[in-house]
């Protein structure tokens, strides 16, 4: 999927989704303030950045102080991206598919990339509005590689959380950002809880990602991701 393409592809979801897409993306989180739209958008922006101001230095300027990628242990990412130097060429990628939660605290995206060696792979990246701010900042980055490309498409999917019964919850009041390494294990969710995650890193180092999705008063499994341990080298 080309540029723009992928641009056409966020017009058009405003366009073919759920109402909320066609909210402002600037807006406080809340009760159906999903915008699916904006988080494509920002995902081509860091795409964007990779090829133009470096790959290492497009993910230390849009990840959360607490984001956590897999190298392939979990480890803490503006720590292990401080200081590293950006390659020559940076990996491409374009976002395919996008889950949000109902008050748009979080999303998740998903898509193609492409390693300037020739390799393909995918990626999911988990996106989080941090609370009375308008950015999206990436929370967890991980992917592999695969034996062919994922199947080309010009249009993109968006899946929108059903927003929870009784009206706007109370404030949540969310944890300071952790400051240690991260666990083998790993959880979050959005601040209406209609969109989660979570992690699991096995001693070998093979992993699995599990993205749930409140549909029809039940959360429901969206997305899986399962990683093998690394080859010996």
Do not use: H
């Amino acid at each position: 999927m080309s540029l723009g393409r992928a641009l056409a592809g966020v017009a058009a979801l405003a366009l073919v989704t759920t109402p909320a897409l066609a909210r402002r993306p600037d807006r406080a989180p809340g009760v159906g303030t999903a915008n699916p739209s904006a988080l494509i958008a920002a995902e081509i922006a860091f795409a964007r950045m990779a090829r133009e101001k470096g790959q290492w230095t497009a993910f230390r300027e849009t990840a959360a102080e607490d984001a956590v990628m897999f190298v392939p242990e979990p480890v803490r990412a503006q720590q292990w991206l401080s200081g590293r130097k950006d390659p020559p060429a940076a990996v491409q990628w374009q976002p395919a598919q996008v889950w949000m939660s109902c008050d748009g605290t979080l999303g998740v995206t998903k898509g193609a990339w492409q390693r300037p060696d020739g390799s393909v792979g995918y990626f999911t990246t988990i996106w989080q509005k941090r609370w009375k701010k308008t950015d999206y900042r990436w929370v967890l980055d991980q992917g592999d590689t695969l034996a062919q490309p994922l199947p080309n498409s010009d249009m993109l999917s968006a899946s929108v959380a059903d927003c929870p019964s009784g009206g706007p919850r109370p404030d949540v009041q969310r944890p300071e950002p952790a400051k240690g390494p991260p666990g083998m294990t790993g959880e979050g969710r959005s601040d209406d809880g209609t969109l989660t995650w979570s992690y699991r890193v096995a001693a070998d180092q093979s992993r699995s990602l599990v993205v749930s999705l409140m549909k029809n008063g039940t959360m429901t499994e969206v997305m899986r991701s399962d990683v093998a341990a690394p080859k010996a080298p």
